[in-house]
């Protein structure tokens, strides 16, 4: 591995145990909450944590660029652009349901190479570099190999701030409840497209999503040996897609015989 891989995979590491600490502290307390917008929330521990991780990556790549959901876009000279979701799941970390955590994707020259999620109530760290593997606390992942859509256990997700994106989905879970063995919403798409690259979920679709949501995650599914598209059957591009399909080569086709979306 090379010195800067290392360094990446390092400052990665760091940045999400640092912001696991932040969950962990303020889980099962009472939060404060400001609305971003219909039925869009942000926490104090969302912009702490996402102010955070940026100011420890720059101690190592300063000139780097930032996309982040809370803080924006920032631009910078260098061809790496580091892509920041502090809480992904926000409404269950503000309701305390187990099940958010953070996630990191980083692009360089444009294209998705390092990717990290971080679980601090189960103290699980997905990591994934590209031609080099997903992992799960430093053991390799692989996707499941299931082969029909009756013996899968699928997951969704329905982004309720943005109406036209869940009735469009609640359609789609419509078609494909009793198709599965069974079928989950859980309201983290990072840590839903984590747990398809360890096979504990057989596929995940969803609509709406932005690239904080999916960076690390898409990383993973492919590096786990998974397939990953966009819900309308073509390349899924985390910068241009709203929606995808993920899972192995069966289960993405079997979805998406299923999915009735436009990318929009």
């Not at 912001?19 to 307390?29: T, V």
């Not at 349901?97 to 699980?124: H, Q, W």
């Not at 590096?223 to 073509?234: Q, S, T």
Request: glycine share 8%.
């Amino acid at each position: 591995m090379a010195v800067i891989d290392k360094k990446i995979k390092k400052v990665l590491t760091l940045a999400c145990r640092e912001a696991g600490k932040i969950l962990l502290k303020g889980y099962q307390k009472k939060k404060r909450v400001k609305s971003k917008g219909q039925n869009d929330w942000v926490t104090s521990e969302d912009i702490k944590i996402e102010k955070l991780i940026i100011k420890l990556i720059r101690k190592d790549f300063p000139n780097s660029n930032f996309i982040g959901e809370e803080t924006g876009i920032t631009k910078n000279v260098e061809n790496i652009t580091w892509i920041i979701d502090p809480i992904d799941g926000t409404n269950n970390f503000i309701h305390n349901y187990p099940f958010f955590c953070t996630s990191i994707g980083v692009m360089l020259n444009g294209k998705i190479t390092f990717g990290a999620i971080y679980d601090p109530l189960r103290d699980e760290f997905f990591y994934a570099q590209k031609g080099l593997g997903a992992f799960l606390n430093g053991k390799r992942i692989e996707v499941a190999k299931v082969k029909h859509l009756s013996d899968s256990l699928l997951c969704t997700g329905f982004i309720t701030s943005k109406k036209i994106y869940a009735e469009k989905n609640i359609n789609n879970f419509k078609r494909l409840v009793f198709k599965t063995r069974s079928l989950r919403r859980d309201g983290s798409a990072a840590l839903d497209l984590a747990y398809v690259a360890c096979g504990r979920f057989d596929g995940f679709w969803e609509l709406g999503l932005n690239s904080w949501d999916t960076s690390a995650g898409v990383l993973l599914v492919r590096e786990a040996g998974g397939r990953v598209i966009a819900a309308n059957g073509k390349s899924f591009d985390i910068l241009k897609n709203k929606s995808l399909i993920s899972g192995n080569k069966i289960m993405v086709k079997e979805i998406l015989k299923n999915i009735k979306v436009k990318e929009f």
